[in-house]
């Protein structure tokens, strides 16, 4: 009931509206008692069509009807004059709505002049052409009047869609004058302007400052254009309906630019100058508008960049941290095993079945460190966080190097390893070099059966240094060698998968390692069970000239302190230590360690960067600012695996890092390094 209530209502005040407007229309009908130049009816049925419905047009229909059986003419004659206002009107609404945005027309400047070209200019001309035949077949206006009535008839229909409809429906569409809320100043001065431009362009002089007020009308159009820059589209439809009612009184009273020899002649001028400017002006706005849309959008996506930007290295740092606790958790344990296997080697029992057992342990050991360690570099590789500490290698000797390492750990006992290295040098890394060929040749064992064969070579390529790593193992099918560098992909296991180890992630990091040097590899295989090849192609340099290499001091006695929070790590540590030869003494924390370093008896203190509290680079800042500080050796214990962790920038105040876990010949060789004899 309520809705229904308030549907009538409406009907009741747009009919209202029409019948009103409809009679002050006609008050200035000057042809023809049924035919004025000034029709603010045609827009209002416009508007009420596109924003209420068609369902609205019986009180269109009534309000024409009753505006014309008032004024002139018989019931026959304004049923068909209101037949033909409410059939323009919905033609005008239907062709907006079919070819332009409907009530959304004057945001865009081709669809306001859509809606000129179709609403006011062709849809009127349905109303015009009905009342005009309507009026002379009902005997109300003479045949030989027809193009004067017509003329002026589509004239005020046109002009009463191009100023009423914009006013009427920007106004429904959105009520708010936000901008006017937010200039009130500003809108205040250009109302003021606008009138009183208005009434100096249209007002009573012929001559205005000298001037003819013809040669000024274009004045006219500066406060509208201010209204189209400064507010939108609303705005100006405003005042572009202020000026044409100024205009319109000031030319019923004889005076402005457009007075001509009759009242009708002077409607019909100024009107198409107002239809004009307003199709302009509304035009001008919806540019001004689209641009400041363009603007909005190109902010809200920048800010959506930036959250999202924000959220990918929030996500990155969660994934870093992740990662380099992961790497911690897996170190620390792993520190721990492979120091109490070097313990046991040196106490247990030399049985054959001891030793094959602590050979197992530390296998598998140093191939689950290994594991971690590519997992976290792929990542860092991945995410840019890899530096690269370049110098001129020779790549023969750094191979050669790398295959002595993997043969002396029994990795490559089981195979015939066959290597060919001639002087080839590049600018390198060489601890990434040694990850490149070392994954290669890891992979040639895997894949390669008891007693195949690997054959590694070395040579220079015209301006590329390139090492080659073949085998006879089972070789790569057709379809995997696209994908073979790929994260996780790995060739078809079988039943003896455990003699397969590995998680598919020694290749990526091949990859994006010779990518970070400038190089390429590639990979080649003539199929299952016909063996394969990975090449390695780097930029090649000039040989650098020969360098003395000094050897590592050997190890001596020291006196070190260990400072690790984890009990089982500090033992297994001091074990190794003191079957070296060394004197240790062991901290559980940082003030600990600062206590002990103050009675002057450590040389070599060795700080896990983990500490609970204070951290171990805290415990270093503090020992070296200490008296003794400059004398002592600090080397890190580090379980994380991310490159900060190794190195804090310059100044830093460890002499050497160390990975998690340590080998044990690595720790003891490091500390006669940093901490060589005296003498």
Known sequence: MTGRSGNALLLAALFGLYVLTGKVGLSVAFVHASATAVWPPTGIALAAFLTLGYECWPAIFAGAFVVNISTAGSVATSLGIATGNTLEGLLGAYLVNRFGTGVRTFERAQDVFKFAGLAAVLSTIVGATTGVASLSLGGHAAWADWGRIWLTWWLGDMTGALIVAPLLILWIQNPRPDLVRRRPLEAACLCLVTILVGLAVFGEGVVFFGLRTFLLTFFCT????????????????????????????AMLRG??????????????????????????????????????????????????????RAEAEGAGRAKDEFLAMLGYELRNPLAIIISAVSVLDRIESQEDFAVRARGAIRHQITHLSRLVDDLLDVAHVASGKIVLSCQPLNLATSVQRCVSVLAGTGRLERHIVDVQAEPAWAHADPTRLDQIVSNLLANAAKYTPPGGTIRVRVRGEGDEAVVRVADTGIGIPVGLLPRIFDLFVQGERGLDRAKQEGLGVGLTLVRRLVGLHGGRVEASSDGPGRGSEFVVRLPRIAPAPAEDVARPPASQRHRILIVDDNPAARQMLRLTLELAGDEVEVAEDGHRALDLAESGWPEVVLIDTGLPGMDGYEVARRLRASSRGPEMHLLALTG??????????????????LMKPVDPEELVRTIGTVAPPRG
């Open 255 to 308: 005076s402005g630019p457009f007075a001509g020899v009759t009242a009708n002649e002077s409607l019909l001028l100024l009107q198409s100058f107002m239809g004009t400017v307003s199709v302009m002006i509304l035009s001008a706005a919806a540019l001004v508008e689209e641009r400041r849309r363009v603007e909005r959008d190109r902010e809200d996506l920048l800010a959506r960049e930036q959250a999202a």
């Open 640 to 657: 994380f695996g991310q490159p900060r962790d190794y190195q804090r920038g310059p100044g830093s105040d460890f002499d050497a890092y």
């Open 222 to 249: 500066l406060p509208l254009l201010w209204a189209a820059f400064r507010f939108r589209q609303r705005e100006a439809a405003v005042l572009i309906a202020v000026l044409s009612g100024i205009a319109i009184w």
